[in-house]
């Protein structure tokens, strides 16, 4: 992933975590997840709590490697809880009487939780993570709530380009075709859908335009009743659009583990 795609993702990881409990909810919830840069503003603030801003901080060149980027990312999250002149109740939680849900909840608690999402990303992604430094801010009045802010730092190493990661462990079998995806694809904020696309010859197809569709999927890696055609080049696509809004941004590239011949 490049800087804006892994702004994207951590945006999209937060959104979806939920809390350690059965039955847990979400922790953040609508628009209560935004990407700033800079030092953020209380104007800034969702105005929902609890709240988290991931920020865009600076990124340095790989000497080795031009199309490395190390970038560093703070994610700060921000608790408010009634009834507490003094703030502790937003560090450490307050009374609540669900506990599958945000309210009463402290900026640890949901730090925890912000901190569990960012691990989620491990690399296969297309993004190493590196969770740094905790800092808990000191309890302050905004728009007369008592808020406490804690905040996390992020090392990540991205690519220059987008990057867009491939399945793996591409199979056929019995008229199925299988792989490898579930996490690294389809738990992408901007995952679209598999295309199954095949070519006459030896050379895999270089993109999903370039050969024939057999198939897509978009909530499993697997496509039945399929049957393999001889003396063709099978390659699983995964593609990619940040937007959902019908239009094609990219896709993976066929790879070791993404292309079968037959």
Known sequence: MNGAQLAQQLKFELETVVWNVPGGTVV??????????????????????????VVIGSGNGDPWDSNIINQSVTVICVAAVAGDPMGENAVIGGSTDDLTKSYGRGSSEITERARYAVRNLTGADGCSLLVG???????????GLQCVSEEFEVQAVCTSDAHYTAPVEFAYAGSTWTWIGADMCRGRFDFVEYDLVWKTGATAPTDPADGTSAGTVSGAETITGVAALAGKTYCIFAVYNSRKNGLFEGASQPEDGSTLAT
Not at 28 to 53: K, W
Not at 136 to 142: E, S
């Open 28 to 53: 953040f919830g609508d628009d209560a997840v935004r990407v700033v840069q800079g030092e953020p503003s209380e104007d800034q603030l969702p105005g929902v709590y609890p709240c988290a801003l």
């Open 133 to 143: 430094s905790v800092d808990v801010g000191t309890p302050k009045n905004i728009k």
